[in-house]
Structures are given as C-alpha cells and as structure tokens.
C-alpha cells in the first residue's frame, strides 16, 4: 500500500477535459457526479502528506467522500440531476476520490440525498458526522448506554470533526457530555456544541482508574484510548474510531475482566447500505441542524494544494472542514453540457491531484484555456479553479 509516497507527496491543480484523463479511474465506477462539496478528513490528510498505508497508489485525486448531482449512470440506479453522497468505501484511496468537478463512483457506493438535507449541509456531516452516529449507536446498542443515563459520556479528540458531531449529538440526546482536547481556547465553541465540561487531554494512567465514564467516543487511540478503559464504569463501553494519536495502544485486560468493560470498533469504510440508510436516519432525528454552521470551516480547491492537509494531521484545523467546489468558479457548468460531452476546447474542469517521488507517472495537466496563468493557482479566491467557458 503506497510505500513509495514516504510523505514526499507533491499536490497539484490538474486541469482535465473528461474524467478518464484522471490519474487513477476505475472501469467499474459507471455513475458521474458533478461534485459541489466534498469534506476533508484526517484520512484525506494522510493522503494528502503522501503518508503510506491509506492510498492504493500514487497519483490519485484524493477525497474520500462528495456530494452533488448524478450526470449519468449507466446502471439505471439513478436519475439525472439526482442529489447523491458518497461516505467511506474507498474513493480517494483506491482510485480518484471527490477532489474534482466530476467524478465517478460505483453505483452501490452511493447513497440519495436524504430530504432533510442540502449537499452542503450533507458533507458538513460527512463521513466524520457519519462516523460519529455509528459510535454513538454502537453505545447505546452494544455498550449498555441508556437515555437518560445521569453519568458523564467523555468524548477524546473534541475539537476535531468526529468529536464535534459527537460532541453535539450525546447532547442532543441529554447525555452529560465532557469533552476531552488539547486546545484549551476551543472550550467556549466546545460548549457552544453541548458540552457541559471541557477538559484538557487524558494522562497515561493506570490499568485501572476510578469508575467515571458511562461511555466513550475516542478518537485518538494511544495512551488516550488505554486512560479512557481505565476510567470506564462497570459494564460499559468505549467505541474507538480514529488514530489521531496513535494507532497502537498500551493497556491491560483489566478493564475487560474486572469491570466487563467492552472495546467497540467502529468502521464506516465497509458499512452495508443497510446500515447506512439507519445511520443517515439516526442523523436526522439526533444532530441539531442549526448547529451545523458552528461547526464547519469553509475551503476550496486551492487550499488542498496548499497546506490544509498538514493542518488537519497536525490537529490544527476545528470541527468539520468542506470544500466547496464553487469557490472562484467565474461560472457553473450546467449539467446538460456535462452529459452532452462537450467538445474539450470547450469545458476544462480542475482536480487536486497527489503524486510522489516513486510513482510511475506524474498526473497530466490538460487545459484548453487560454490564460496558461489560470491553470496553477495560490490564491483560491483570485482565479477560478474552474476554467471560464
């Protein structure tokens, strides 16, 4: 899996006449989406620093996650214009993911737009949000969580976007939510989300603390993850998600034999549709929408080729960042052009491309505009990523 990046990746704006001049397409994804929003992850930020493990191979458009309209699918599953989100699975990693005005998905990973929601508002969820639903499902499922349980539910990694969604659901749902962050000057937003103490990071602790926790959500693994077993009450659980820290841990089976407690795994990458369509569900009834705008940051395809992926690796971005397509855009592209496929002097679309020292190819730059100075942009509101027609 991508050994070859060893975090020498170099990001570039790629200017593309048809999704098929992409680095990495994939034959078998037959729908196209024209992409307004797309959302960064800490995922996409391993990809976009070239860390190895995460992306099949280099170059690729990163971006594990998008939402927009349906162009044209071949399977029939959906309808032109459609509104769709794509969360999890593997676009951005296994081939050319949501970092671009078009792009293509397989029809099985997609899922319609739930009314309750814009596309932005979607990808302001995201699959962090998505993430943060499961966890708190799985708690209450699995982890003998309860409504109206009066003991603290701690969430690690607060500040960031799976902890914020957290953060703002456990509160909706009248949980006594402590939020755990290493940045001290977010407690004012933290308890803007619902948090009614806000403490600073976990200390490695012993096998076994005092019983505080009635649930977690840990975001960050490592020494937090262990700390967190060790505080949770008798017969509860922790539901683990993120590596933020460290993807390794040390810790005991103290907490698992003494106390019953229980170490719940949560993946949003292979989750059936089935439990999609239940997450989604459980999002409109349980995320307070008009919180929506406190948590996001709001970015375009410039800054990617900046330093924002660093950012988020470096736990220096807050809440949820999206990427809105149409920043700097001089126009939109209407989807019947898109479908008609136009002549390519006609219509050049942009994508952020990733590609490092080892990769067998460089991504090609194709553009048929005629200011060369609009292909590679600094400042995402000075030029438009897109192309004028």
């Not at 060893?6 to 397409?25: C, G, I, Q, W």
């Not at 797309?38 to 594990?64: C, E, M, Q």
């Not at 671009?100 to 309750?116: I, N, S």
Request: aromatic residues 6%; hydrophobic residues 40%.
């Amino acid at each position: 899996m991508s050994k070859e990046a060893k975090k020498d990746a170099t990001r570039t704006m790629v200017h593309y006449n048809d999704p098929s001049e992409l680095p990495f397409p994939d034959k078998s994804a037959c729908v196209l989406v024209e992409v307004s929003h797309s959302g960064l992850n800490y995922k996409d930020g391993l990809v976009l620093t070239g860390s190895p493990g995460v992306a099949k191979k280099f170059p690729l458009v990163p971006g594990i996650d998008f939402a927009g309209k349906v162009v044209e699918d071949s399977s029939g599953r959906f309808s032109k214009g459609e509104s769709v989100i794509l969360t999890g699975h593997y676009a951005g990693q296994w081939m050319d993911g949501g970092y671009c005005d078009l792009a293509r998905a397989k029809p099985e990973w997609l899922v319609p737009l739930p009314e309750f929601l814009t596309e932005r508002e979607s990808m302001i969820i995201g699959t962090a949000g998505f993430t943060a639903m499961q966890c708190v499902m799985h708690l209450e499922r699995y982890g003998g969580l309860t409504r109206g349980e009066k003991g603290p539910v701690l969430v690690t990694g607060a500040a960031g976007g799976v902890g914020s969604v957290a953060v703002a659901i456990l509160n909706r749902l009248g949980y006594h939510v402590v939020a755990s962050t290493g940045r001290a000057a977010l407690k004012d937003y933290l308890k803007k989300l619902g948090a009614k103490e806000v403490i600073g990071r976990l200390e490695k602790s012993k096998p076994l603390n005092k019983e505080v926790y009635a649930g977690v959500v840990d975001c960050v693994g490592g020494s937090t993850l262990a700390a967190a077993l060790a505080s949770t009450k008798y017969g509860c659980a922790v539901a683990a998600c993120g590596l933020a820290e460290s993807s390794g841990f040390q810790a005991t089976v103290m907490p698992f034999i003494l106390r019953g407690v229980k170490l719940l795994g949560v993946d949003s990458v292979q989750a059936s549709m089935e439990e999609r369509k239940a997450v989604w569900e459980s999002l409109r009834l349980c995320l307070p929408r008009d919180l929506l705008d406190d948590l996001v940051e709001v970015y375009g395809l410039d800054d990617l080729v900046g330093n924002l992926g660093e950012k988020i690796i470096k736990g220096e971005t807050r809440g949820r960042c999206i990427i809105d397509m149409s920043l700097g855009k001089a126009t939109q592209i209407p989807v019947d052009m898109l479908v008609n496929h136009p002549e390519p002097s006609s219509v050049s679309l942009s994508s952020v491309a990733v590609s490092s020292k080892g990769s067998a190819a460089s991504p090609k730059v194709v553009s048929k505009v005629d200011n060369p100075s609009s292909v590679l942009m600094s400042n995402p509101l000075s030029a438009s990523p897109l192309s004028r027609l």
